[in-house]
């Protein structure tokens, strides 16, 4: 049962963003962007200004794979008939016993004699898979207290699946119920230490609660597992401005920008990492590569990130 479920890493691509917040007169946050994919689009979890996150994707399947909504099993394959089966004839052989001429032999084919093929064997739709997509729904139209409703009931059912947990993890995070949720992500990461997205989440929680350190830990390993995703990097350059270390938030995310380059959120958070720390002409090229690539597709942060660069030509 729990095989059938496809997987997708990131995901309920998915990923999640943090944004980077100032000490004083903050600059524009960042609302949520729509995942590349994806198997799950996910309403920014209770941290605040919002991320995107990581969605859970059922297991099985490969990395940037959307869930689908049923996995149904290989078609059976009618067997051949042997040498020697009823209705088989080999050529330059008589029948040892010819039927009589008032008999009629059977057609091989069915549809010769106007017979309707057997019908195509029925999809079967596992209800484990069933019930995690719908819950993965939910989280997709915000309803996170129907998700983890939902959530609960695979949970139940399969405890040890660990995209499960996860995604119950990520509804409980959306409704603020932080320490449901800290229990949950413990049991991700009892069941896979090694689960990119569980780490992600945690992280995101443990920002959530404040413990800033924990979170970069968190994000740093998810980073050194999925070097093909870019949130698990841009969430650790958020926890490192938030402890203040703005020099190595700046180097991580130089680093993801020359792996994605010209990546809209690198290029956000980049200039936020420069508004913070104070460093102005960086800033505004950082804004204004940010508003090249964004192109329009984020018209909310792209508009606070222009009043933040009108702000700063009236000062002077």
């Given at each position: 049962?729990?095989?059938?479920?496809?997987?997708?890493?990131?995901?309920?691509?998915?990923?999640?963003?943090?944004?980077?917040?100032?000490?004083?007169?903050?600059?524009?946050?960042?609302?949520?962007?729509?995942?590349?994919?994806?198997?799950?689009?996910?309403?920014?979890?209770?941290?605040?200004?919002?991320?995107?996150?990581?969605?859970?994707?059922?297991?099985?399947?490969?990395?940037?794979?959307?869930?689908?909504?049923?996995?149904?099993?290989?078609?059976?394959?009618?067997?051949?008939?042997?040498?020697?089966?009823?209705?088989?004839?080999?050529?330059?052989?008589?029948?040892?016993?010819?039927?009589?001429?008032?008999?009629?032999?059977?057609?091989?084919?069915?549809?010769?004699?106007?017979?309707?093929?057997?019908?195509?064997?029925?999809?079967?739709?596992?209800?484990?898979?069933?019930?995690?997509?719908?819950?993965?729904?939910?989280?997709?139209?915000?309803?996170?207290?129907?998700?983890?409703?939902?959530?609960?009931?695979?949970?139940?059912?399969?405890?040890?699946?660990?995209?499960?947990?996860?995604?119950?993890?990520?509804?409980?995070?959306?409704?603020?119920?932080?320490?449901?949720?800290?229990?949950?992500?413990?049991?991700?990461?009892?069941?896979?230490p090694r689960y990119p997205p569980g780490l992600l989440n945690a992280g995101l929680l443990r920002l959530a609660q404040g413990r800033?350190?924990?979170?970069?830990?968190?994000?740093?390993?998810?980073?050194?597992?999925?070097?093909?995703a870019l949130a698990p990097r841009v969430n650790l350059a958020v926890a490192q401005a938030r402890l203040g270390n703005f020099?190595?938030?700046?180097?991580?995310?130089?680093?993801?920008?020359?792996?994605?380059?010209?990546?809209?959120?690198?290029?956000?958070?980049?200039?936020?990492?420069?508004?913070?720390?104070?460093?102005?002409?960086?800033?505004?090229?950082?804004?204004?590569?940010?508003?090249?690539?964004?192109?329009?597709?984020?018209?909310?942060?792209?508009?606070?990130?222009?009043?933040?660069?009108?702000?700063?030509?009236?000062?002077?």
């Open positions: 049962m729990i095989a059938g479920i496809l997987a997708a890493a990131f995901a309920v691509g998915v990923a999640g963003m943090l944004f980077v917040t100032r000490r004083a007169d903050p600059p524009p946050a960042m609302p949520q962007i729509p995942a590349p994919s994806q198997a799950i689009r996910l309403p920014a979890p209770p941290v605040a200004p919002p991320p995107y996150p990581v969605v859970p994707a059922p297991p099985g399947a490969s990395v940037g794979v959307p869930p689908t909504t049923a996995v149904s099993e290989p078609a059976s394959i009618r067997p051949t008939a042997k040498e020697g089966s009823p209705g088989v004839r080999r050529p330059g052989r008589q029948a040892p016993n010819p039927a009589p001429a008032s008999s009629v032999p059977a057609p091989e084919d069915p549809a010769a004699a106007g017979v309707a093929p057997p019908p195509a064997p029925v999809e079967r739709i596992d209800p484990v898979l069933e019930k995690f997509n719908a819950g993965v729904a939910a989280l997709n139209r915000g309803d996170a207290e129907g998700a983890s409703l939902l959530l609960r009931e695979v949970t139940a059912s399969s405890p040890g699946l660990v995209e499960g947990w996860n995604a119950l993890g990520l509804a409980l995070l959306r409704q603020k119920r932080l320490d449901e949720a800290d229990a949950v992500f413990s049991r991700v990461l009892s069941l896979s800033i350190e924990e979170g970069a830990a968190l994000f740093s390993r998810a980073a050194d597992l999925s070097p093909g020099g190595q938030a700046e180097e991580t995310l130089l680093a993801a920008g020359r792996r994605f380059p010209g990546h809209p959120d690198v290029l956000y958070h980049l200039g936020t990492v420069y508004d913070r720390a104070g460093n102005r002409a960086q800033g505004v090229e950082a804004y204004t590569a940010f508003l090249a690539a964004s192109a329009g597709s984020r018209p909310l942060v792209e508009e606070r990130v222009r009043a933040r660069l009108r702000e700063w030509r009236d000062s002077p």
